[in-house]
């Protein structure tokens, strides 16, 4: 397990768990619950989240950026050009060309538009950009989006802080065979054990925000999510049973007394 790095765009990580900086009571608590969650990558809402504007806290005051990698995302984004507009600053900014790419369709459900999505991918990549990009659980899609060049593949599980868990096991299998991409589950996940099932359908990582900040203890939560995700990743690589529709006795039946 100390082997298994979780690269992205070519750099290696330790955690297979990324961790989102909303919705904490403060900074501290964001701060601590990511130290214990044990996350290498974090992400950062650069239309929401204070990076720059120094009569202000600072998230990097808190998250110390040379320790833990900031993944700048374009959360709250309706179309392609705010979208862009917001990357092309975060790289202004701090210089961040591995990116999250998010465009939502609408504000209720939160799905992701992926016409819009597909165009902003093909003019990142364009222009050096590595991008993550968060999309439907649509097999053909997200090949799609693997042609335009995308750095990883990340469908949710579920609508933007339901927290119902995946609830398309089919199309993320399908997803997995046919990418050699990073695929990380986005969105939806609850508790723990849905990051473990994720890890076991084969994912390469998970990304968790609102089950942790809005857990009644996060940092017991950011300690299960870390334990969640380093067991189904042991899981996955241990090779499961065959499942059968009869029962198999664990002792041998041949030779018995």
Same mark, same amino acid.
Do not use: H
């Given at each position: ?85 917001? @990357? ?21 459900? @939160? &799905? ?41 593949? /990340? ?80 899981? &996955? ?7 059968? @529709? /009869? ?11």
């Amino acid at each position: 397990m100390i082997q298994d790095k979780f690269i992205v765009a070519k750099k290696k990580f330790n955690s297979r768990l990324i961790v989102g900086t909303g919705k904490y009571k403060n900074m501290n608590e964001c701060a601590k619950a990511i130290k214990i969650s044990g996350a290498d990558i974090v992400t950062v809402a650069v239309r929401r989240v204070n990076i720059s504007d120094k009569k202000k806290p600072l998230l990097m005051d808190y998250i110390d950026p040379k320790k833990i990698t900031y993944l700048p995302n374009t959360a709250g984004c309706f179309n392609s050009q705010d979208a862009l507009r917001t @990357l092309r600053l975060a790289r202004e900014i701090g210089g961040w060309k591995l990116v999250k790419l998010e465009v939502l369709g609408d504000k209720k459900n @939160l &799905f992701p538009e992926m016409i819009e999505t597909l165009k902003s991918t093909e003019i990142l990549t364009n222009e050096g950009f590595k991008v993550m990009v968060y999309c439907n659980d649509d097999p053909l899609m997200a090949k799609r989006l693997e042609n335009a060049g995308a750095s990883a593949i /990340m469908p949710l599980a579920a609508p933007i802080g339901s927290g119902l868990g995946i609830l398309n096991k089919i199309n993320i299998q399908i997803i997995r065979k046919q990418t050699k991409l990073p695929l990380i589950i986005d969105a939806g996940l609850g508790q723990a054990s849905d990051a473990t099932i994720a890890m076991e359908l084969g994912c390469d990582g998970v990304l968790v925000n609102t089950a942790i900040a809005k857990a009644k203890k996060p940092y017991q939560m950011a300690l299960a999510f870390k334990n969640a995700v380093l067991a189904g990743r042991q899981s &996955f690589l241990s090779g499961r049973i065959d499942k059968l @529709l /009869m029962g198999n006795p664990s002792s041998p039946i041949k030779g018995i007394i």
